[in-house]
């Protein structure tokens, strides 16, 4: 007679959407999302946390999905790319992406764009070096890094105008 392999409960939020199963808990988030609910926007690329292919935000936080246990994140809030546009209407980092041809390929783009939606919400976009910095955990192999750049500069530019038209 053969044991049924263990399983953990795991019960999160992804993308808005309630998950709740028994996992086994050798299951990284990246598996789950990809593998069992058909979320193939995050990418695996190298499995081992290098790449940058596989970020997600877990509650606000990029994370490489490939490195966390899904039954380790107990009610966490999951944001895919498939998550990031509103009512129909891309984020505007998504937007940006295609404005300012920040791809080539496009494997990495899904975990380019959630760090920079990560890294506009730290505020950690203060020059073109510190954005080049922070973002150096996300690889891309085309080498479309001054597209990406220019894409997260355009939006801080915008949210800034926006804040600037709202304190007026």
């Avoid at 992406?97 to 760090?115: H, K, M, N, R, V």
Wanted: charged share 25%.
């Amino acid at each position: 007679m053969t044991q049924a392999a263990p399983t953990a409960p795991c019960r999160l939020q992804i993308n808005g959407e309630d998950y709740d199963a028994d996992l086994p808990p050798s299951v990284t988030l990246l598996d789950l999302l990809r593998e069992r609910l058909g979320l193939t926007g995050t990418k695996k690329g190298c499995d081992h946390g290098q790449c940058g292919a596989c970020t997600v935000l877990v509650d606000g936080r990029r994370v490489k999905s490939c490195l966390m246990l899904a039954v380790s994140l107990p009610d966490a809030q999951v944001t895919t790319i498939e998550g990031l546009s509103r009512k129909g209407r891309l984020h505007p980092m998504q937007q940006a992406f295609i404005d300012f041809d920040a791809f080539q390929c496009g494997y990495c783009t899904p975990g380019q764009i959630l760090s920079a939606v990560a890294l506009l919400e730290e505020g950690h976009i203060r020059s073109r070096e510190e954005i080049r910095e922070f973002m150096s955990g996300n690889l891309c192999r085309c080498g479309a890094y001054n597209g990406i750049i220019d894409a997260v500069e355009h939006v801080v530019a915008q949210r800034q105008r926006d804040e600037a038209g709202e304190a007026a």
